[in-house]
């Protein structure tokens, strides 16, 4: 089973139909608000998303009324933006928290890591809900590369460079 279609990854029915038939033409942005959004995004891409968040008030406060200033997306939107016009969706997956195995294909419905023994969920979160909420201790993610060569393709300047 391809790892997009594994049931611990989690993806929307609407993920998967983006990943098995992604968009064959070219994306324009009209709006300026978006296009400044997607370069906020891009560019603080090793920032946090509170980082984004701040820097998007102070466009909005010091550009009031400039075009666009109403369209810039926040940081969850941004996400969905990209992710909805170029197919390309992180896949989020848990691990162990001493970075041993993934949970996923033949370990994806263990508890305890089978190398290091350690516990797969948070346990103060696990222990504070009398052990209801299982919550990964650690997550890994990974975007598939499928998708990045379809949007690549899909530009007519990327296409001739691959």
Same mark, same amino acid.
């Not at 279609?5 to 942005?29: C, S, T």
């Given at each position: 089973?391809?790892?997009? +279609?594994?049931? #611990? /990854?989690?993806?929307?029915?609407? #993920?998967? /139909? =983006?990943? =098995?038939?992604?968009? $064959? +033409?070219? !994306?324009? #942005?009209? &709006? /300026?608000? !978006? =296009? $400044? &959004? #997607?370069?906020m995004y891009l560019a603080l891409e090793h920032t946090s998303q509170d980082a984004y968040d701040r820097i998007r008030r102070a466009i909005t406060r010091n550009f009031a009324g400039a075009e666009g200033v109403d369209e810039v997306l926040s940081f969850k939107a941004v996400e969905k933006f990209i992710a909805k016009y170029t197919g390309v969706e992180s896949v989020e997956h848990d691990m162990c928290p001493d970075s041993c195995i993934a949970f996923t294909g033949p370990y994806a419905n263990e508890d305890n890591c089978p190398l290091c023994g350690t516990s797969r969920w948070d346990q103060v979160k696990m222990q504070a809900s009398g052990g209801r909420l299982k919550v990964a201790a650690q997550k890994f993610v990974t975007i598939p590369i499928g998708p990045q060569l379809q949007a690549m393709y899909r530009n007519p300047e990327s296409a001739q460079d691959m």
């Open positions: 089973m391809p790892h997009w +279609e594994d049931p #611990i /990854a989690k993806l929307g029915d609407d #993920i998967l /139909a =983006r990943l =098995r038939n992604p968009h $064959q +033409e070219p !994306v324009d #942005i009209e &709006s /300026a608000g !978006v =296009r $400044q &959004s #997607i370069s």
